[in-house]
């Protein structure tokens, strides 16, 4: 239940995302002037025949945030009962919605665009959030783990937070217009992500391998989107479709953007769960063979006991029917000549010749000893 409602909160979600790229590309962020209520409405109440222009944009992203919000409170109550880490993700998916809310209820009463630009970060770092409950929850997490270097769990770290600070990079070019510390960004995305994407492939684990090449694919599309993108902004270059492609190509950068983000934590998430799994076996496999140690040294120690037949303290106790004369003979003799082998260096067969230098007479007390 709790996967099957994490990726119905996270698919609510990106849908959201879109939402909220086309009231920020239409201008249509404060079409709607008032907050919580629309146009002195309860927002739930507001007649539909009245959302037209931007004023559906804004309206319909305000009933999805509702949805999404219902949706991670019930991911967190499911989660709760897994407990561990799936519960302490529950409760800040379900804290970073309720914060995502007032953000952007707080944009809209206050008009200030730092509010527009922590509101849309946050909305990505959330669905990246819902991205790895959706790995933890799923029955895959299961499958076994490859061995990934150190170096390559640290890349995949630093990938995720590179892909970040490019999505704030690019809150900045959409509402500031501050583009050049974005293609600052996206000359280390495009060097850091395929890095990191070829060493995943080379792995063969089962989940990070095929979600890597998934993620380079979006990588070309988000490149192309990228170019697109800037030209339909900062340039008098003719585009092919006119203002729905002008609006399609920002849109389209940003969900993409989303998923490149979500992509990049799920693998780190995976790989440093590898090494994590990796610790934890060789401590389990420590815990199994210490025990084992443990029973070999005992066994020893009475296959010792057992063999030491003629040793100092138990040599009466083994040969009861021998004088205390030839038990002296018997462990001076064992000092020198002992055979590691011999269990039974009293029995019928071999006592002649494991003891020659005792009297025949003394070996058939030995014989007569053990029978």
Known sequence: MARGLAIVTAAATLVLILFGGLVTNTGAALAVPDWPTTFGYNMFLYPWSEMIGGIFYEHSHRLIGSVVGLLTLALAAALWRRGSTLRVLGVVAALAVVVQGLLGGMRVVLRQDV?????????????????????????????????????????????????YVQIVLGALVTHAGIVDHHLVGAFAVFVIVPMLTARVRRSGDAVAAPLASVLLALLGVQLALGVGTYLARFSSMWIPGGQATMLALPVAHRLLAALILAATAVLAVRLNATAGSNRESELESNRRLEPLDARNRIGASNRINKLDQIGNTNAAATYPSLSPTN???????????????SLNPIGTTNAAATYPSLSPTVRAGLRGSVK
């Open 115 to 163: 509010l527009a630009i922590l509101h849309g970060c946050l909305a990505q770092a959330f669905f990246a959030l819902l991205a790895v409950i959706v790995l933890l929850t799923s029955a895959r997490t299961r499958a076994p783990l490859a061995r990934i270097e150190p170096s390559t769990r640290n890349l995949a770290l630093g990938a995720a937070a590179v892909a």
């Open 327 to 341: 038990r002296v003979d018997l462990r001076e003799f064992d000092t020198t000549s002992r055979r590691e082998p």
